[in-house]
């Protein structure tokens, strides 16, 4: 079946990943909604919780790293892979913008349709995938994402923009759409993208040599301190761990938020080094589809004619991508599988050891 290639999984465990990113995304829009009070606002400090985020991912990524390797080759990776280190702040900041606006967003709008407006990232992602890999997409390939978009926009077509009801189409403008929050909303759009594309490029290309974990870690230092100048520019930091605050954020509610976001970080990073950011897209919007089912019975959101509608066009548009996948994978796969083309042909290549060489090599593959 085309939907499970090795071009669209290469293995199992890519597969796991891209099923766990779904359902740890679904989850977290389902947590961070449940965790508002009645007057939708949080009784909590988000930046706090973004911050406490990171700090989770820092230390759950080192202690991996750790178990792998040692305390020691973590401190001499830092060193030796400083410019990596430094250019993880640009999707740093991209992602402390992202997953400070989800709370604004969320406050605003029911979790199917934040996720909805989310889906204009699937063609903005298009276009800053060729441009920062250089590889054109084909016709089918743009095909699939335009009609996924199509799929995700009919998915609310005579809705109210709040509260997910249907109302008269006459009722129903641009102007209906067009306040502060989807300007948050299109600011979260670009956020994810370069930053999702970036981050691939780093695991892929310049930082492809990095342990996994090793890239978490930098990514998750840069991220710390941009939600620590944050706090300070909201004039919260001194304020940001006394005790009132935290005992807002000890609750079951609000920890469930910041574990399932710190998995969500970590799954990222493995997603976008086995898979891509394209397909990436698609995964977003199948959690779309399965956020407006669990919204239904959890907090009685209706399913109407448009949400099957849009599940319909969705899953076509997931099926014709299947038939011809983007497949990005990373530098350091690239020289394997050439090294392993050059074993099963008898071409004995110690030459190719030379980094030099080696970059040569995988130009020409």
């Avoid at 990113?21 to 706090?48: C, H, P, R, W």
């Avoid at 989770?56 to 991996?64: E, G, I, N, Q, R």
């Avoid at 548009?317 to 090294?339: G, H, M």
């Amino acid at each position: 079946m085309a939907f499970f290639s090795s071009d669209l999984f290469p293995n199992t465990l890519s597969f796991i990943v891209f099923v766990s990113y779904m359902g740890l995304f679904i989850n977290q829009g389902i947590l961070v909604t449940a965790s508002k009070s009645e007057d939708n606002s949080y009784s909590y400090n988000t930046v706090t919780v973004v911050l406490l985020t990171e700090v989770a991912k820092l230390v759950a990524s080192s202690l991996v790293f750790i178990k792998d390797q040692s305390v020691k080759r973590l401190f001499a990776d830092i060193v030796t892979y400083k410019k990596v280190l430094f250019l993880y702040l640009i999707p740093a900041v991209l992602y402390c913008l992202y997953n400070n606006l989800q709370f604004v967003n969320l406050s605003a709008y029911d979790p199917t349709t934040y996720y909805l407006l989310l889906q204009f990232r699937v063609v903005v992602t298009g276009i800053t995938f060729q441009l920062v890999f250089k590889k054109k997409l084909s016709h089918i390939q743009w095909m699939s994402l335009l009609l996924l978009t199509v799929g995700c926009i009919i998915k609310e077509v005579n809705h109210d923009v709040s509260g997910g009801e249907t109302v008269p189409a006459t009722s129903t403008s641009l102007f209906d759409f067009l306040d502060i929050h989807l300007f948050f909303i299109m600011l979260q759009v670009f956020s994810s993208c370069f930053a999702g594309v970036y981050n691939e490029f780093l695991l892929k290309d310049t930082g492809a040599d990095v342990h996994i974990m090793m890239a978490n870690v930098f990514m998750y230092i840069n991220s710390i301190v941009c939600n620590i100048l944050l706090l300070a520019v909201r004039g919260q930091l001194s304020e940001a761990f006394i005790f009132s605050n935290m005992e807002s954020i000890m609750k079951p509610r609000v920890l469930a938020i910041i574990i399932n976001n710190a998995a969500i970080g970590i799954v990222t990073s493995l997603f976008l080094r086995s898979l891509n950011s394209i397909l990436k897209t698609f995964a977003s919007a199948l959690e779309l589809m399965f956020t407006a089912v669990l919204c239904w019975f959890i907090f009685g959101i209706p399913v109407d004619k448009f949400t099957v509608l849009a599940i319909f066009i969705v899953s076509v548009a997931t099926y014709i991508y299947a038939q011809n996948p983007v497949v990005n994978k990373a530098r350091s796969d690239i020289e394997l599988d050439f090294k392993k083309k050059l074993e099963i042909n008898g071409i004995s290549t110690p030459e190719t050891s030379s980094p030099g060489r080696r970059h040569k090599l995988v130009l020409s593959v």
